[in-house]
C-alpha cells in the first residue's frame, strides 16, 4: 500500500525556519518525481515545489523561491521541504504527493502537516 | 503562469443530478488536466487525469472532457459522498497552477 506521511509541521516565528519530511512507503521511492503542494486555512490548493526521481530537476512557485529548498534522500524514501524566512501566509497545511510514473501529478497524497507563522 | 478560471464557485443540487464544473486555462495546456475532490479535513484525492482519464478505483459516474483551453467535469448522479470540494489543476507548465475550487453541496 502507497503511504505518504508528513511531519515537522508546527509553530514557528516570522523569520524563522522549520524543516518538513515526507516518509514514503509502498513504492520505490527512488522512481518517482514528487511535488509539495500547501492550502492556506480556508483557501484552495496551491503548488510549491517539484523535484525528479533524481533530484535532477528542481521547481519553486515564485512564491517561496529563494526562502524554501527541496529536496530528497532515496536511501531514506524520505522528501523533505526546507523553510527559511517563514512569513505569516506560509502559514498552511503542507502536503506531499506523488507524480504518477505517466506523468500526471497528485495520484497519491499524504495527510498533511500545519505550519503556522505567527509571533 | 498559466491561470486556471474554475466555475461555479459554489453549486448546490440534489441527490441524482448531474453535476457539471467548467474550467478554463489562459492559455492552450492540451490535456494535462487533473480533477480532484476534497472533503473538509482531508487531502485531496485524484479523480481524473490527463482531462478524461478515470483514476483506479474512482466511481463511473465522474468523468471528464476537454481539451486545449476548455475543460468540463460531471458527475452524472450526484451521490450524498460527492459533498466535498472539487478543484482542477494543469501540469503543462511550471507553476503547476489549481482553480480556485468548486464547492458542491447537496440541497
Known amino acids: 500500500e502507497v503511504q505518504l506521511v508528513e511531519s515537522g509541521g508546527g509553530l514557528a516565528q516570522p523569520g524563522g525556519s522549520l524543516r518538513l519530511s515526507c516518509a514514503a512507503s509502498g513504492f520505490t521511492f527512488s522512481s518517482y518525481d514528487m511535488n509539495w503542494v500547501r492550502q492556506a486555512p480556508g483557501k484552495g490548493l496551491e503548488w510549491v515545489s517539484f523535484i525528479t526521481f533524481s533530484s535532477t530537476t528542481i521547481y519553486y512557485a515564485d512564491s517561496v523561491k529563494g526562502r524554501f529548498v527541496i529536496s530528497r534522500d532515496n536511501a531514506k524514501n524520505s522528501l523533505y521541504l526546507q523553510m527559511n524566512s517563514l512569513r505569516d501566509d506560509d502559514t498552511a497545511v503542507y502536503y506531499c504527493a506523488r507524480v504518477n510514473r505517466g506523468g500526471y501529478p497528485g495520484d497519491y497524497w499524504g495527510q498533511g502537516t500545519l505550519v503556522t507563522v505567527s509571533s | 503562469d498559466i491561470q486556471m478560471t474554475q466555475s461555479p464557485s459554489s453549486l448546490s443540487a440534489s441527490i441524482g443530478d448531474r453535476v457539471t464544473i467548467t474550467c478554463q486555462a489562459s492559455q492552450d495546456i492540451s490535456n494535462y488536466l487533473n480533477w480532484y475532490q476534497q472533503k473538509p479535513g482531508k487531502a485531496p484525492k485524484l479523480l481524473i487525469y490527463?482531462?478524461?482519464n478515470l483514476e483506479t478505483g474512482v466511481p463511473s459516474r465522474f468523468s471528464g472532457s476537454g481539451s486545449g483551453t476548455d475543460f468540463i467535469f460531471t458527475i452524472s448522479s450526484l451521490q450524498p459522498e460527492d459533498v466535498a470540494t472539487y478543484y482542477c489543476?494543469?501540469?503543462?507548465?511550471?507553476?503547476?497552477?489549481f482553480g480556485q475550487g468548486t464547492k458542491l453541496q447537496v440541497k
Open positions: 490527463d482531462a478524461s
Open positions: 489543476q494543469q501540469y503543462d507548465n511550471v507553476p503547476y497552477t
